[in-house]
């Protein structure tokens, strides 16, 4: 299947998608069109349009009649227990090793609705959000005056890097909207305490760095602590490395700063090393948006969600049942 029939596909899965999620809001929720249109910030009279379009498509009869509705059900229960402004939860692909690009081509139209005119929008990396920039499809008309800021220095080692590089998600997302994209020029992991010191002093990485805490959106990943994770493919963690954080009781990572179950942030040689935010830093944004799924981030996503990490979260349904199975055996 070609990009571009995948990417029609997928638009026409967002849009239906989209008309589910307003026919469960009114007819299950019991929420009026000015409260629906609200919640998915689109206008009334669209919200009236899709409510009609339900019906002439046999998605409302006595019940909604759609496979999605499951999916409807797991985000108001994810938004319920972790407290979460926004859960988008996409059916699980039939192949699991497909979730990261499922979750791209999702996650690339969940964007379109969530970024607005005048946001100063920081990225991190992974290959989800990797996937997601991808597939992230607009008219540069729809936006005005909004820029992406890097959260962290580039990844510039291991043979995976490239895919990786936090640098071309931020150029990729700000060249579809026509914005500007700022960098922090600097490795996002350096080999002492002193190269910090020597780079934090440098006014253009600390200006990139200031800037990064302004944002007010962010886009992330959510690492797992295996040895195929990001910062161990590459190169900037050795397995061993890996070992010694998961002894430590860490679960996963957002922007290369470690987490357990809970989502207490785990102290360890890597913070000193780290050129970027960090978890308290992250906390403070207005909006931290998600993307991750599969069955080897079950953990790290619930001890991003337990740390309140995040403020919206884009999975997949198998992801979402065991995360909230997770929270029921506590």
Not at 206 to 233: F, W
Not at 251 to 274: C, H, K, M, Q
Request: hydrophobic residues 40%.
């Amino acid at each position: 299947m070609s990009k571009i029939n995948s990417y029609s596909e997928n638009k026409l899965f967002y849009k239906h998608d989209r008309i589910v999620r307003a026919a469960w809001k009114y007819y299950k929720e019991e929420l009026n069109q000015t409260e629906i249109a609200e919640s998915m910030g689109i206008s009334r009279f669209k919200v009236m349009d899709m409510l009609t379009k339900a019906k002439e498509e046999g998605i409302v009869q006595v019940k909604i009649n759609s496979p999605v509705s499951n999916c409807l059900s797991l985000e108001h229960q994810l938004k319920e227990n972790f407290a979460l402004k926004d859960a988008f939860v996409l059916p699980a692909p039939q192949n699991k090793e497909d979730v990261k690009k499922v979750i791209g081509y999702a996650g690339g139209d969940y964007l379109e609705n969530k970024l607005s005119s005048g946001d100063l929008v920081g990225t991190a990396w992974g290959e989800t959000l990797f996937e997601v920039s991808q597939n992230f499809y607009v008219d540069k008309q729809e936006f005005t005056d909004i820029s992406f800021v890097l959260m962290l220095g580039g990844l510039t080692g291991g043979e995976n890097a490239l895919s990786l590089n936090p640098y071309d998600v931020a150029k990729t997302l700000a060249d579809q909207v026509g914005g500007n994209c700022y960098y922090i020029f600097s490795p996002a992991v350096v080999d002492s305490k002193t190269a910090k010191k020597t780079l934090l002093a440098d006014k253009r990485i600390s200006s990139a760095l200031d800037k990064a805490c302004s944002v007010n959106k962010a886009l992330v990943g959510i690492g797992e602590t295996t040895a195929q994770a990001t910062l161990v493919q590459t190169g900037f963690l050795t397995e061993e490395e890996m070992e010694e954080l998961i002894a430590k009781g860490a679960v996963g990572d957002i922007a290369g700063r470690f987490f357990d179950i809970e989502g207490r942030p785990i102290d360890s040689a890597i913070n000193d090393l780290i050129i970027g935010l960090d978890l308290a830093d992250i906390s403070a944004i207005d909006e931290v948006i998600g993307f991750a799924g599969g069955e080897s981030k079950v953990e790290s996503i619930y001890g991003a969600l337990k740390g309140e990490y995040l403020d919206s979260l884009v999975t997949d349904e198998e992801t979402a049942k065991k995360i909230l199975a997770k929270e029921e055996e506590k």
